[in-house]
């Protein structure tokens, strides 16, 4: 009888799904009928993935990509419409709840209004808010003016996240989402351009995507051929054996280090259409490019000599890179692998360190490809014996791959990154184009010359000394502090995270001039860098306390009114607790303890007048 059983189990499986389908609840038809989803292009939704690729299907659901856009839910919701005010330059907000619906209600001409939240993008870092316009010939969900930062619990306005100047304008940032966010943030955008304005003069759209958030057909393609071929089990068995092509569907793992870094690229690679016929498709129908493609059939991969679209902002793009091309934004890592050797005389690619379907969802990164392994696997001989490479201490962070060759140059979603642009470090290439240097992001203390002539004496006469500092600044200064005062915003954000970071080659005690920089960091007029400086300053308060943490706890960086008397009452304290330390010589404060204003000024007098808003 058991083995009677056995024999019909098979049998009956089928008859079940069917009836479950029929009689219950069918997700992939479920999923298709969502408001603004189309199953258009042969685009068949991830449900329909999952039929056969369970574990590959769960091991997606677990990371950002899945959240990157979602609709508005108890669930999907992180921040806080707990009915608080939250300010800004002078006006609040309020943030609330109505039973399963989330509103702002925010100031405008008229007065007050409240505006209900109906998308949110964004998951791991912060959150962001979308309201819907509804027209006559369309919609538009448009960016509300506060975003929810998770690690901080704290709303912040967006003006003071993107970096850019002190801004009051609240409505500076109030993006689109149909012809912005929906490229990348979710799956076979159908931006829907109806080339008519609304009354107030909106462009209009009816838009449309096949999947919120970054999902299968994002990376693999298309899958409706796929699933339709897929779905006999003479089909399967054909393809597992070989005699059938599986070109109905990508594998990215399986194509070549050029096509397979431009699957990620799409993305990860900020890009313009190719000629106007792209463009028009892309406002109507979506990017044309599908995994697998020339990427560049499609797109034209910006650069830092990339013509801006635009006369009013004429160094949109050239202020996205540091000024010998090297990407010194987040949403450039394509650009960065591109133009590294690794890649373009090698075989790295995008999948040689990262993992869409394992690792840590922070990154996508297996534990042990976050530290040496991610390059002494393929440069096995380095390996062998680090302290000869690196000419450090094999367990210090001089000996690090990645601290060396990646050093954390980008700005972006208010951090600091590593550079996707593998590179040999060069005190003087830096110092004369004005970009960090890896060497002088650890060794804080050092000046590029310095860093110059220590590449020298361990790796030979390759390295010269700088002729200059892009800032003019003088030479011999550490190159953390000077940055910190006289470079531009992308340079002061950079060198105020470093100042914080665990990993120096200075004791707590020998970083008085690193706090001296972030005080004064605290009074710059990119919020940005404030907040930077404020975390980096509270960071080595915990190293060593100097009474500051308390004048810092409660600061509120985003108001432009107090930065400068914020700075100030932390030189005041420093001067009266906190005098040099016997051995370490100090640049910003005199032998008697007091700050070295002159000097500081004379190092603030060099910063350009040129303001730097690269958005994100």
Known sequence: MKRRLLLLLPLAIPSLVVAALVFGHDPVEFDAAQPWIHRTDDFVGSQTC????????????????????????????????????????????????????????????????????????????????????????????????????????????????????????????????????????????????????????????????????????????????????????????????????????????????????????????????????????????????????????????????TPSPTEQIPDLFKLRFWNDGTPRLSAYEYQGIAMSACHAEGTLKCGSCHTMHGGDPKGMIEPEMRGDAACTSCHTKIAQDIRSHTGHVETSSGSRCLDCHMPRIVYGILEVHRSHFIEIPDAARDAETGRPNACTLCHLDRSLLWAARESRRIWGDAFRDPLHRFDRAPLELPDATTSLLAGDAVQRVVFASAAGRPGSDLTPAEKTDMRVALAVATGDGYPSVRWTARRSLLALEREWDTGLSSLLADWDHTAASTRTDMAYDLLDRMASSAPPIEGAPSVLLLPDGSINMERILALLDLQEDRVIDIGE
């Open 50 to 305: 999952r039929t056969c690729h369970l574990d590959h299907h769960d091991s997606w659901e677990r990371t950002y990509h899945r959240t990157m856009t979602q609709r508005v839910t108890p669930e999907t919701i992180q921040g806080a419409f707990d009915g608080r005010e939250v300010r800004y330059e002078g006006q609040t907000a309020r943030v609330f709840r109505d039973g399963d619906r989330y509103f702002f209600e925010l100031p405008d001409a008229q007065g007050r209004r409240e505006a209900e939240v109906v998308l949110a993008v964004g998951s791991r870092r912060y959150q962001q808010y979308f309201e819907r316009e509804q027209h006559d010939e369309g919609f538009i969900f448009r960016r509300l003016p506060f975003l929810w930062h998770i690690d901080e619990q704290r709303w912040l306005h967006l003006n003071t996240v993107f970096l850019g100047p002190d801004d009051a304008n609240w409505n500076k940032a109030r993006a689109r989402w149909n012809d912005n966010c929906v490229f990348c943030h979710n799956t076979g955008a159908r931006p829907g351009e109806t080339h008519r304005v609304s009354s107030g003069g909106q462009r209009q759209f009816n838009s449309e995507v096949a999947e919120l958030g970054i999902a299968c057909e994002s990376c693999h393609g298309p899958g409706r051929r796929h699933a339709e071929s897929e779905r006999s089990p003479v089909g399967r068995y054909t393809t597992y054996a070989g005699k059938r092509s599986t070109r109905d569907i990508v594998n990215p793992a399986e194509l070549e280090p050029q096509r397979e870094i431009e699957v990620c690229g799409q993305c990860h690679g900020q890009r313009l259409p190719v000629d106007r016929a792209h463009l028009a498709a892309w406002l109507q129908t979506g990017p044309t490019y599908r995994s697998g493609n020339d990427l560049t059939d499609h797109v034209i991969p910006v650069v830092r000599t």
